[in-house]
């Protein structure tokens, strides 16, 4: 069975600096990872997303994640953080086929003026 | 332009009532989900469709029956319902499951009292 751990339920950074939330998984096969972001009160809107090929994937509003398959992690980066940032991160898995998406338990990015 | 919508937004009721939450997607999947999130944001896939048909059917106690009159809508009636119900439900929608990315409705705060 699939899974994915975020390890840090918290992740503090100041505005400007790079930020990173982590992610590894376990699947079975070949995975399927994406990332979505979550504001109050708000739906999870897609960020990013790896099938297959480049290692380095880039999404919406300047993230981007690098695979890492001997480390089986997919780390999500930003070069530079902005307030508006702040909100809750999840990663998720998924494996070929019509087995569910898995989610990780989030991470709350805080990005401090 | 909704692309994923839910009624009603939020739903209060007492222990043992039934309820029905709507959700419709006007982006011309053909999967359509229901998650549910706890008080702790973690987040469970509770059902999938495809295509009007059941692929996906967690460990969800059967007061929960999800139907899909067509590939627009997918609704959740809940019976008897209990304390341990109140979260926040997401719809979410999908052209396909494997790599497609899923897009989620704004979510319904049900509350049993």
């Known amino acids: 069975a699939q899974s994915v751990a975020q390890p840090e339920d918290q992740v503090n950074v100041a505005e400007g600096n790079p930020l990173t939330v982590k992610c590894t998984y376990s699947?079975?096969?070949?995975?399927?990872l994406f990332w979505y972001v979550q504001y109050p009160n708000r739906g999870l809107q897609f960020l990013l997303k790896?099938?297959?090929?480049?290692?380095l994937v880039k999404g919406s509003y300047g993230f981007e994640a690098e695979f890492n398959k001997s480390q089986t992690s997919f780390h999500l980066k930003k070069p530079s953080a902005l307030v508006s940032d702040s909100a809750l991160y999840f990663c998720a898995v998924r494996d070929s086929g019509n087995t569910p998406l898995v989610f990780g338990k989030g991470t709350r990015l805080s990005v401090i003026a | 332009d909704t692309a994923v919508s839910q009624t009603p937004k939020y739903l209060v009721t007492q222990m043992g009532n039934d309820k029905s939450i709507k959700c419709e997607q006007n982006l011309g999947h053909d999967t359509m989900y229901w998650y549910k999130q706890d008080s702790k944001k973690f987040l469970k896939i509770m059902f999938s469709y495809n295509n009007k048909e059941l692929i996906i059917n967690e460990t969800v106690p059967n007061r929960f029956s999800p139907k899909s009159p067509d590939k627009a809508h997918l609704n959740l009636h809940i019976n008897s319902l209990e304390l341990g119900d109140s979260a926040v439900y997401f719809c979410?929608?999908?052209?396909?499951?494997?790599?497609?990315?899923?897009?989620f409705g704004p979510g319904t705060r049900l509350t049993v009292l």
């Open positions: 699947v079975s096969g070949n995975p399927y």
């Open positions: 979410a929608s999908s052209q396909g499951g494997g790599s497609s990315e899923q897009f």
């Open positions: 790896y099938i297959t090929g480049d290692n």
